[in-house]
């Protein structure tokens, strides 16, 4: 009876018939901009501010952050921006308006300075503080020009709209239905380690049961990529909005290393299956045993838990000790000298394809027990790389052309008169700085911007002709609110479906903007809309001018600056150059790029078996580090009675991997693919020889198992780092790179 009776209640759960509708995350965000947008509104007319406008755009702003960071801190951030930001440009209305000379290039200086410093991530938390640095100067320079003797006024009328906004945005942002960048790394680490722990699942099975491994290898790396890119695009933007999780980037770093090379520790099982072996037979049990236990370990990983919950223990590492017990029995049976020398080192490198993915889950467990959690302590922070800032240089061209279309739109302030002058500059900077959709979060980039430009401008023609019949009808104060919310929510909820800043999300916000700043619950002239409207339009053709022809971004050439920087750190990885982990996480983010770059060329010259090519070239750039990694951490278990023999050509060997990287280098660079590579196979043979000459003479007959596994292990590596890395050198000399890598499509 009272297991009847505890039964019940959970089976007839009561279900809130809108529970799903608001526990969409696209119509929360959507509720929350609303929400924040109509409060500063509201705040704005009880304050009895002039332009509300701005505090409607300080929150839309805002809210692309979706993360809940520290409030206070990003307060004081976004309180000292507006601030900085109303001081610079009272000071440059007030002194230096009448000498342009002086006026126009200390203005281009600070707008500069405020653009490299919002997009450089090494800034950390204080990147919206600049861009209110940059907002706030322009819009009193903006306003303050036709009346220099306003300026004080402007100035300070700007930065408390800026400062209503930001306070609306943040509290709304953190009381309702509030994100954190810790709990969403963490259920999409989840979600890859579920991917992997299913591949890896399927390949044991299919090894235990000598049946085929696992097909459709291609949608399981292609699913892996997308995980690998929303964890990517987690850390960037988790690291700009958490104090909590910035203070961590080193952990989340180590994890996103831990958990590619656990991935391509998978992938380096399956390319060593051992199927036909006899050896096999004798290990059927212990295979099982190790099988069924990643399985479990898998598992476990990808389970959800809370806060504070230890992962439980998995038979892992147990089962694999039961396996080297059972080889080393086999190997004083003497089987394994009576396998051929290849049966041997297909075995030695099974064997420590297993063993490197055992130590790949228990370091990926390790890192996942040590991400921050909500609620808890925070864990021991890994050591850090990258303490001194280092300049980007991809920001560095942004800032200039932003600073440019900003100083070019004040030029126009100052003698043409334009109409619809604040609408002009705002749009101008804002979508050069913005504006190309972020390749690095799935956009094209600069490509098309001309074609872009035009729709834009279609569009803001059609969004003035609807205002025009509009405004009329949205004088009632119930009716403007209810139609601004209405706007607002469908801002915030298409932000949150696409989950990047792109050319229409940002066209979106500006029009929002301008069309509260008509005021519309007063009537509203209609050569004001027009002239605000030709202004946006303005601004815009200057943003597609600049940010087209001066520096473009476009996939193509994003690609391949990852390809060339995936080569080069590749062989700094093999080199022993300092900051391994360094090297080891900008690898990571590098491939990500990579595959999302060449996912986002345009041209018909880019057929889909190139394109596939060049996916196929990237992934082998994230197994072949990996592989690399793996053969330094294990070079020095290499016994001594051995080095004398496998030191040279091992040597000889790196020597020529560096030089088949550089060769790769050279072939990006200058754009030439069909050519020949350095080969490998003499030194390969090389180490072969050694190898029978080393069992031939009987010199490991006498040390432990570890001693010829660990010998073995290593050739197997270098011939695994080979075979990958000519691979690519039959990739590349197959693209046709060079017929779609230019710049096109205006």
Avoid at 19 to 43: E, Y
Avoid at 441 to 462: C, E, P, V, Y
Avoid at 571 to 583: K, T
Avoid at 649 to 677: C, G, H, M, T, V
Wanted: net charge neutral; glycine share 8%.
């Amino acid at each position: 009876m009272s297991t009847k009776s505890v039964a019940i209640p959970l089976e007839r759960k009561w279900h809130w018939p809108l529970q799903d509708f608001f526990g969409d995350r696209a119509v929360r965000n959507g509720i929350k901009t609303g929400l924040a947008g109509l409060s500063a509104l509201l705040a704005t007319q009880l304050l009895r501010l002039p332009h509300d406008s701005w505090a409607i755009l300080t929150v839309l702003v805002m809210t692309t952050s979706q993360f809940v960071g520290s409030m206070a801190l990003k307060a004081v951030m976004r309180i000292t921006g507006t601030i900085g930001g109303a001081i610079i440009g009272v000071w440059l209305v007030g002194d230096y308006t009448s000498t342009p000379v002086i006026f126009l290039p200390l203005l281009f200086i600070v707008m500069a300075i405020s653009s490299y410093k919002f997009g450089q991530v090494g800034a950390r938390q204080v990147p919206y503080a600049y861009f209110l640095v940059g907002l706030t100067t322009l819009t009193v320079v903006t306003n303050g020009v036709p009346v220099p003797d306003q300026a004080w006024y402007i100035g300070l009328t700007r930065t408390e709209e800026i400062l209503v906004g930001a306070m609306c945005a943040l509290l709304v942002m953190t009381i309702l239905w509030p994100r954190y960048a810790r709990e969403e790394f963490l259920d999409a680490s989840r979600a890859a380690l579920g991917t992997i722990s299913d591949f890896v699942s399927l390949e044991t099975a299919a090894y235990v049961e000598r049946q085929k491994g696992p097909e459709k290898i291609g949608e399981i790396r292609a699913e892996f990529a997308h995980r690998l890119a929303v964890l990517k695009d987690l850390l960037n933007n988790g690291t700009r909005e958490s104090v909590f999780f910035s203070t961590r980037v080193s952990n989340y770093n180590a994890f996103l290393v831990s958990l590619i090379s656990l991935f391509h520790g998978a992938l380096y099982l399956a390319g060593k299956r051992l199927v036909d072996l006899p050896i096999v037979e004798r290990l059927q049990d212990e295979l099982g045993k190790v099988g069924a236990a990643i399985a479990e370990e898998g598992a476990i990983l990808k389970a959800f838990t809370r806060p504070g919950q230890k992962l439980p223990s998995s038979s892992l590492n147990e089962a694999f000790e039961d396996l080297e017990r059972k080889v080393l029995q086999i190997r004083t049976e003497g089987f394994l000298r009576a396998q051929p020398l290849e049966t041997t080192v297909a075995f030695a490198g099974h064997f420590a394809a297993l063993r490197s993915l055992r130590d790949e889950f228990n370091n990926i467990r390790a890192n996942l027990e040590g991400l921050p959690r909500k609620g808890q302590p925070p864990p021991e922070p890994k050591p850090q790389w990258d303490l001194l800032p280092r300049i980007d240089w991809f920001w560095v061209k942004v800032a200039i052309k932003g600073s440019l279309a900003a100083t070019i739109s004040v030029v126009l302030l100052l003698w043409i008169n334009p109409p619809g002058p604040a609408a002009l500059t705002l749009m101008a900077w804002v979508m050069t700085l913005f504006g190309r959709p972020y390749i690095r979060s799935g956009g094209t980039g600069d490509l098309r911007a001309f074609q872009n430009g035009f729709k834009g401008s279609l569009a803001l023609i059609g969004c003035a002709i609807v205002l025009l019949f509009t405004t009329p009808f949205l004088s009632n104060y119930l009716v403007m609110n209810l139609v601004l919310f209405a706007i607002l929510f469908a801002f915030g909820f298409w932000l949150a479906k696409v989950g990047a800043i792109t050319f229409w999300i940002q066209m979106a916000l500006l029009t929002i903007s301008t069309f509260v700043g008509l005021d519309p619950q007063h009537p509203v002239p209609s050569l004001t809309i027009i002239e605000t409207f030709l202004g946006m339009i303005a601004g815009l053709a200057i943003a597609t001018v600049i940010g087209r022809l001066l520096w473009p971004t476009l996939p193509q050439t994003l690609l391949r600056d990852d390809l060339l920087a995936l080569f080069k750190d590749t062989n700094a990885l093999l080199q022993r150059e300092p900051g391994q982990e360094r090297i080891q996480t900008r690898l990571v983010i590098l491939s990500v790029e990579a595959l999302q770059a060449v996912r986002q060329i345009r041209s018909q010259r880019l057929s889909d078996e190139e394109r596939a090519k060049v996916i196929a070239l990237v992934h082998l750039l994230q197994a072949v580090p990996n592989r690399i990694h793996h053969l330094l951490s294990a070079r020095h278990l290499l016994p001594e009675v051995t080095e004398e023999f496998l030191g040279p050509p091992f040597q000889q060997i790196e020597a020529e991997f560096s030089q088949l990287l550089d060769a790769f280098q050279e072939a990006f660079r200058k754009q030439e693919f069909q050519r020949d590579f350095p080969a490998l196979d003499g030194a390969l043979a090389r180490i072969d020889h050694t190898v029978e000459q080393i069992r031939d003479r009987r010199i490991l007959d006498e040390q432990s198992l570890e001693a010829p596994l660990q010998m073995l292990d290593l050739v197997g590596r270098y011939h695994g780092i080979a075979d990958g890395l000519q691979e690519c050198a039959a990739l590349i000399r197959g693209l046709r790179m060079n017929e779609y890598s230019g710049d096109y499509a205006l």
